[in-house]
């Protein structure tokens, strides 16, 4: 125990002097902060922090395990994050990786490390390099940081009218006034000054707009729901954990319009009467929450975020919440064991968010998209946001191209057009289309020859496809489509949250029969395993996690039977 | 007292409102396996076991949390329902040492369970822990119900001396950096042990019997080990 003799605690005193309530709920930003100035969490640390947050040792040995990003063995002080999601391992990021790690395996000041998605996939292959986000990465390219690659923007934003996206990319998103300037907060005006909280929640409704995060839950309903929760505590969460291969729309909503972000979260904490929000960002995004860090500092100077906001009886504030490396807490319940300091363990529903959210509040937890959505309703009026898409699924949509085609980017259009026509937006395909990946990881693949396919809800479901986050991912005849498969199966392995027992084995399981199928060594009665794999995690697991593991690689399946050689030996 | 009425597998049950299925099924005289749930610890719904099919529901429910309904008609056993416990089961028993967890063996039979079938997949199977006089720890046979945790934590002991390891596939039960027991926060109330329902963890006299010791050499190890425990501190 001398390394508690030498250790200094003076950082980290500065840093639990930042924090306002010293308790279980700031040990991760506790933590995240921590392993910066002293290079790792070593024992003697955790010691003290264990002793200042009054948590038991054991327990945030159990956190600092389930986080990707939390180390507690030395570390490199600088950090090259290689993303080796389906989309960037079709286009070598496998081999950037072997190369970088060649690099600097006897560099101790640098740590190399995959990254199961980056969400740069219109950027693929991509990195993060310390907080720069890489991408575009010559496979020729040395393994040093400045020649790998330049740092990537804001991503190509496509599609004819633009709604959600309107800013991104034309306003300085660090720049209050330039938000004003285009009909920023127009919406929070418009709600405070003219609306009470049960008319908002009305337009919402009206609007029809569900939730744009994968579950298409109806937004309005979510609020009544939380509103008139017994409680005198309420919260609002924005999820911007954005993690699942393939979408990137929210990256692109949070650095290019985070002002709308928050504008969102204020509408909905007043219809729901809310006076605090958290939007928890993934710990791979650092650029945006730097953004967002500054744009909840400037508008709280401003009088759009604290007490009595644009002179009103509402009072609303928002914090900011980084991930540490991991997808399942992207679920919302597993997102908010993870901002009240615990592993990302998704919780039994019932009870829901809405009774028994975050703090075991009744909360209201929406998508980044969603909240923009929101602010844009309440300021242009439900039957303005009717009068695109389709009946059940109206306005316009964020969807994330990527893969082979011409122009990777999140193009917004109307829903109710079909997979064809937004191809035919991104430029067409790049060579010849062998499968689509239709609404991410969780989702399913479609054939080519299925491009008049409606991206709508209702045609989905009735295709027996989901819209999830928004994905269109493209796979040509020159890759190989068991890699893709492989990399599906290696992600959800790899981010199972390890709870319930048919995702926990189900995954491992999944993942290795995939593997000996690649190398042509599976058997029928391996493929008969995974169905029984399959039908298991999809009708007990848990969450979504686990029902939606085998969805992909299912469909694919029944789509190409002979995919896989089977060995009849 | 509120009561319902419903039917499991044909038989109609009356129970006090907000019983679960778990317990309903057990008032109707239904078998409904389990293996997280214990009366002692609060219920965590991870092993999916207890899965069963309630009509007109669009997902099945976990019987041993789901709350059981007026008017349900819920089936416990169907080849949908057969074929979700023998996948837990074979998977299970492909990843860990299921010998000493009898209730575990009987059910593999009950479900035809043929592990074999996952021959070749990653197992757990860490060495045994022999770090303390009071107990041992070989969590090559956990099944990860979780109770011990939760006795040591806020299910009974405070004592919150042992945790998760790992993710996913990985998660174990360990303590924090991997210390041995005695420099944990652990008081050796053995409550752990007790509820253990695997042999994962055992009482040490137990383990040095099963290895054909001698009572005075039991005596004598445990006693040594607790002198030196006692001198060092
Ligand atoms: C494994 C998993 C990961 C998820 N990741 C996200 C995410 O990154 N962002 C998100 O908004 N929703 C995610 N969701 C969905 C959330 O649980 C939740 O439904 C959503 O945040 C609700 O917002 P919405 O109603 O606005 O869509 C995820 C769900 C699961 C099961
Ligand atoms: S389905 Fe998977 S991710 Fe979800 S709770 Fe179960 S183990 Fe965790
Ligand atoms: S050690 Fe025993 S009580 Fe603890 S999780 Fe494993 S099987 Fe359950
Ligand atoms: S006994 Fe019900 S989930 Fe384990």
Redesign the pocket.
Known sequence: MSEAEVLDLGDLEIILSRHSSLDRQALIPVLLEAQKPYGYLSEALLLAIGQALRVPLAEIHGVIEFYTLLYNEPVGKHFIRVCTGPVCAQVGSHQILEKVSQQYIADSTTTVEEVPCLCLCDNAPAALVDEVPIGNIDRGAMGTPGELGREVGLGFIGGEERWLTKRCGSVNPEDIDDFIALEGFAALRRALEKMQPPDVIREMKASGL????????P?GL?WEFAANAESDTRYI????????PG?FK?RVLMEGDPYSVLEGMTIAGYAVGAKKGYIYV?GEYPRAQKILQNAIETARRMGYLGENILGSEFTFDVELRSGAGA?????????FESIEGKRGF?RLKPPYPTTHGLFDKPTA???????CASAWIIANGAAAYRARGTDESPGLKLFCLSGDIVQAGVYEVPFGITIAELIELGGGFKGEPQAILLGGA?GTFVRPEDLDLVLSFEDLKKAGHSLG?GVIFVINQEHDLRSSLLSLAEFFSH?SCGKCFPCRMGTQRQFEIIEKAVQGEANKADFLALDDIRYTMTNSSI???G??AGTAIGSALELWPDVFAVDHG | METIALEIDGKRVTVASGSTILAAAEKAGTDIPVLCYFEHTSSKGLCRLCVVEVEGATTMQPACVALAQNDSIIQTRSENIDRIRRTILEMLASTVDLSESPDLLEMLLDYDAVPERFQGGKQLLPDLIDDNPVFIRDYAKCVMCWRCVQVCAEDAQYAFAINFGGRGFETSIATFFGKAMPETTCVFCGQCVGVCPSGALKAKTEHLLELGALPEEIFSETRMRRKSKRRRT
């Open positions: 569900v939730g744009l995060g994968g579950a298409a839950f937004t979510k969460v924005c999820n911007g954990d954005e993690s699942e979408t929210d993934r997808y399942i807490c992207g679920e919302e319940t597993a997102l998704p937890i929406n998508n980044v998209e969603t909240l969780a986050s981010e969450c979504g996690l029902i939606t």
